[in-house]
């Protein structure tokens, strides 16, 4: 008997199970389990699996909060589109939006300090993916992301969209820098900035 054709006797759920149908049950249960408790596993040891907090808010509150951020704290700004780059005070709040097609604004932050990180859509999904870190965060409009996070390396990190958001996705890329306690902010290299960046590797 296939599925595509109808069974040949109606009521055919109360024939006994046979031995194979048994052993794939059995198998893909036990898979599902495995699968399940490897979620919290990885959670507590391997450092996988973020925890968050979730919460509703509109794209007006949001942005609010965020110019609030930008107006005490932008230290310079980079490209021809003047993206605020932010140095937040160690240990605080931080936000970014994300709309089509541009992370606002770019954050600076202290290496070995936590904060917490907001983030919130404008107007549909987008992802913010962190290289070269393998992170990956989900961000959703008309929900405000918080993630308590502790940059260890310093150096330039790439943001990226990494959820198709239209014909601009893939220019939505950005900057996040970390750096070393007492360094950064204003004085570094506000003066020269006419939006070439180098990279780690000292390229532009
Ligand atoms: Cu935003 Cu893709």
Redesign the pocket.
Known sequence: MSSILPPSTRVWWNQPLDRVEGTWIAIALIWCLAMFFMMPYWHIFGKQNLSNEAYRITAEAYSKKTQEMVDKFTVRTETELKVPVVRPPAGSDVYMI?R??QWWPILELEKGQAYRLHLSSMD????FSLQPENLNIQ?VPGYEGVYTITPTRAGKYSVV??????I???T?VSNLYVVEKGQGGAGDDSGKDNGEHKNERGEK
């Open positions: 994300a089509l097609w549909y999904m987008h992802s961000v969209c990494n959820e198709f958001c239209g601009g996705h893939h939505m």
